[in-house]
C-alpha cells in the first residue's frame, strides 16, 4: 500500500510561483509513474503533467506547458509540480498519483490533494 502526501499549495497571486512537493511511503516509489492531476471548480478532473518512474521522460497537458515542470527524486520518493506563471486557472485541487501500468484514469494511489488558489 503506497501513501500519496502533497503539500505546498497556497495562495498567489497572478504570475506567481508555486511548488508542489508529493512525498510518497509504503512502497517501492521507483516502481510507479507518477502524474500530477488537478480538479477545478466545476470541472471536471484532468491529468497536467506525467513522468516516467526514472523521470526521464515527462508530459504535459497544453493548458501548462511552458510553464510548468515534474521531477522527481527517486531517493527521496519525492515527486514536485514547480508551477511558474501562475493564471487565475490554474485554481484547482491539485492531486499526484501513481500508477504502476502507468499514468492515465485508473491510477494505483492517490493523495488527497492540496488547494491552489488564485488571490488576484
Known amino acids: 500500500q503506497v501513501q500519496l502526501v502533497e503539500s505546498g499549495g497556497g495562495l498567489v497571486q497572478a504570475g506567481g510561483s508555486l511548488r508542489l512537493s508529493c512525498a510518497a511511503s509504503?512502497?517501492?516509489?521507483?516502481?510507479?509513474?507518477m502524474g500530477w492531476f488537478r480538479r477545478a471548480p466545476g470541472k471536471e478532473r484532468e491529468l497536467v503533467a506525467a513522468?516516467?518512474?526514472?523521470?526521464?521522460?515527462?508530459y504535459y497537458a497544453n493548458s501548462v506547458k511552458g510553464r510548468f515542470t515534474t521531477s522527481r527524486d527517486n531517493a527521496k520518493n519525492t515527486v514536485y509540480l514547480q508551477m511558474n506563471s501562475l493564471k487565475p486557472e490554474d485554481t484547482a485541487v491539485y492531486y499526484c498519483?501513481?500508477?504502476?501500468?502507468?499514468?492515465?484514469?485508473?491510477?494505483?494511489?492517490w493523495g488527497k490533494g492540496t488547494l491552489v488558489t488564485d488571490s488576484t
Open positions: 513522468s516516467s518512474r526514472s523521470g526521464d521522460s515527462t
Open positions: 509504503g512502497g517501492t516509489f521507483s516502481s510507479y509513474a
Open positions: 498519483a501513481a500508477g504502476i501500468r502507468g499514468v492515465g484514469a485508473n491510477m494505483d494511489y
